[in-house]
Nanobody, 126 residues
Framework: QVQLVESGGGSVQAGGSLRLSCVAS????????MAWFRQAPGKAREGVAC????????YYADSVKDRFTISQDGAANTMYLQMNSLKPEDTAMYYC???????????????????WGQGTQVTVSS
């Protein structure tokens, strides 16, 4: 099992930036992909971005492409989400997740992700 702890959320005005971090511990050797999901009140959890741990290939939701960047520091077992040009519609709880599987596209389901962080709130005001 992998333990995940997110940090970096907060409140910003539209157009601002935030960087989320996710520190992994435990059996990280079995993790082949990690992802960021988000969930707004009353909405389903949705995939934001995914990164493969073998080749660092990345996948993004269309709504965040060119604004968000997912990256990973393998030595530190840390994943990041740099969020620029934030919009009010980006307001949500953001979760990091890990899977033994390999992302080949943006994940549309949470089912294959077996480890989750507790979430960090991002609020963007207009």
């Amino acid at each position: 099992q992998v333990q995940l702890v997110e940090s970096g959320g907060g409140s910003v005005q539209a157009g601002g930036s935030l960087r989320l971090s996710c520190v992994a511990s435990g059996n990280t050797y079995s993790t082949n992909s990690m992802a960021w999901f988000r969930q707004a009140p009353g909405k389903a959890r949705e995939g934001v971005a995914c990164i493969r741990t073998d080749n660092q290939r990345t996948y993004y939701a269309d709504s965040v492409k060119d604004r968000f960047t997912i990256s990973q520091d393998g030595a530190a077992n840390t994943m990041y989400l740099q969020m620029n040009s934030l919009k009010p519609e980006d307001t949500a709880m953001y979760y990091c997740a890990a899977t033994h599987g390999v992302c080949v596209s943006l994940p549309t389901s949470t089912a294959s992700f077996n480890s989750w962080g507790q979430g960090t709130q991002v609020t963007v005001s207009s």
